[in-house]
């Protein structure tokens, strides 16, 4: 039996109010009470709670915590999401009593060490991206792309140019077209080359003076570093347009190539993907913003800012389009990204971006043969290996090699995105991790694909749950535990 049966064996048969019926009589006077609460609020008797001892519940949680995965215990391929291993010392700073104790309606004065941080912050990014507008307030990535999109509108009214347009290459992140409508934009998507670049035929049919921004990935999400970006960049700013671009995807670039030097005007951080912080769950999260600086007036407030003697926060910006979240950002994310680039420096970072573009290049040379890559033998940080080929042989398909891979102790890669490629798996395996881990990732993949269908398609075998309806999972979720 295992122990977390145990304990819910444990949990269903303790009887209910052991503890309760032992606990002496209230010293409030019941009539005290009654004044305050209305009497069918009152109750007869105490609630009927279980006892469990200390160890039970430990035990019960514990092992619960063992069913997860989590990038401190599996290794995550999970292309485009990179989730990389986060340096513990980060969290450790962050939780520092200095750190944590503070409160944002806190005088100013008091404030200083933390607003010179977030000042340092805005900084870095500045010089990163090649942008010198920063705001660090939006909430999370794609909060940013909308955050940057507002900025885009603000800008063009300011211009009275009502331009109405947002192009998308096909094979976007899905969050693109969602902020784009959210800041009142209309989507147009732009085709992709058959080698998996923007189409630019396609694009120069698409571009009049209605486009306000193209949103692009770069390196986009076949993992390629788009060879015409500056070229595409030209062809925006001829029209008057500009180009956004979803910064998912930095790791691959950092201290190689600045998006504000190949002709980005707004992009976002992804703080969690590229430096350091909490990944998944929902949050908590953080997305920053760097723009050019003809469009740094219409940041959201506040900025934090040095007047040559002390930090403040300026909320003095008659263009901003004002507050897009509470307060001034996330901080306990920011500071994890302060630290993070504080320890690699300039050498450091690029150092990291190299390290994730051989380690996906290693698995690519290894996997190829049993996964073909249909987008050249190259790539920057991730790649998409398509599994039509062992889905037409053997009837295996791509969900079935991500749902066994767990029986292996290893996360799927991302599966089926981008759409425009068959059996899609896209895999990612960060500068984080070392060779015996994607050998023994790897190896797990040969061992899959020779696997009989029967068993793979029965995927996964050592889960309490195998192959739950996740369509009809993510619509009608079970958010409470019943008892049977």
């Given amino acids: 039996m295992r122990n977390t049966r145990a304990t819910q064996l444990l949990f269903e048969t303790s009887k209910p109010g052991c503890q309760a019926e032992r606990l002496p009589p209230c010293d409030v006077p019941r009539q005290a009470i ?54 513990k010392r980060n969290e450790r700073l962050a939780s520092l009593p200095g750190m944590v104790g503070l409160h944002p309606y806190q005088p100013e004065s ?4 933390m607003l010179e941080l977030l000042y340092r912050g805005q900084q870095m990014l500045a010089e990163i991206s090649g942008l010198p507008g920063v705001s660090l307030q939006p909430a999370a990535g794609a909060h ?10 603000a800008y063009f009214r300011d211009q009275t140019d009502r331009r109405s347009i947002v192009l998308i290459p096909d094979g976007a992140h899905g969050t693109n077209p969602a902020s784009a409508a959210m800041a009142g934009f209309r989507t147009v998507p ?38 015409h970006i500056g070229r595409i960049a030209e062809m925006l700013h001829a029209v008057g347009a500009l180009m956004y671009l979803d910064g998912a995807n930095m790791n691959a670039i950092l201290g190689i190539a600045r998006p504000g030097d190949f002709g980005a005007d707004l992009m976002h951080f992804n703080p969690h993907k590229t430096f350091s912080g909490p990944h998944g769950g929902g949050g908590p999260g953080a997305g920053p913003i760097a723009v050019a600086a003809k469009l740094a007036p219409y940041l959201p407030t506040p900025i934090v800012v040095h007047d040559g003697v002390r930090y403040r926060l300026d909320y003095d910006r008659a263009q901003s389009i004002g507050r897009v979240r509470a307060f001034f950002g996330n901080t306990g994310v920011l500071v994890r990204m302060f630290c993070y680039i504080r320890t690699h420096g300039p050498d450091g970072l690029r150092r990291v971006a190299e390290n994730a573009v051989l380690n996906a290049n290693y698995l690519l040379a290894r996997v190829k043969h049993i996964l073909p890559v ?14 039509a080929k062992l889905k037409t042989d053997k009837g295996i398909a791509a969900m079935d090699i991500a749902k066994r891979l767990l029986d292996y102790g290893f996360h799927a890669p991302t599966v089926y995105f981008p759409l425009i490629v068959r059996e899609a798996m896209m895999i990612e395996p960060t500068e984080t991790e070392s060779k015996a881990t994607l050998d023994a990732f790897v190896e797990a993949l040969f061992r899959i694909t020779e696997e009989p269908g029967d068993r793979l398609r029965e995927a996964p075998h050592s889960t309490p749950i195998s192959r739950p309806d996740e369509v009809q999972a993510a619509r009608n979720p079970v958010l409470a535990w019943k008892p049977s």
Wanted: glycine share 6%.
């Fill in 34 to 87: 009654a004044s305050l609460l209305p009497a069918a609020a009152l109750a007869d008797r105490p609630l009927p709670l279980p006892e469990l001892s200390e160890p039970d519940l430990v035990r019960h949680y514990v092992n619960l915590s063992t069913l997860n995965m989590s990038v401190d215990t599996h290794f995550y391929p999970l292309g485009s999401c990179t989730m990389k291993y986060n340096p």
């Fill in 110 to 113: 008091t404030l200083q060490g």
């Fill in 144 to 153: 940013g792309e909308l955050t940057a999109l507002l900025v885009a509108a």
């Fill in 190 to 227: 732009v085709k992709s080359t058959a080698d998996g670049f923007v189409d630019l035929d396609d694009l120069t049919a698409k571009l009049d003076d209605d486009v306000a921004v193209m949103m692009i990935t770069n390196p986009n999400t076949l993992g390629m570093f788009e060879q």
């Fill in 374 to 387: 249909p987008q050249g033998d190259r790539c920057m940080h991730e790649f998409v290996a398509s599994g």
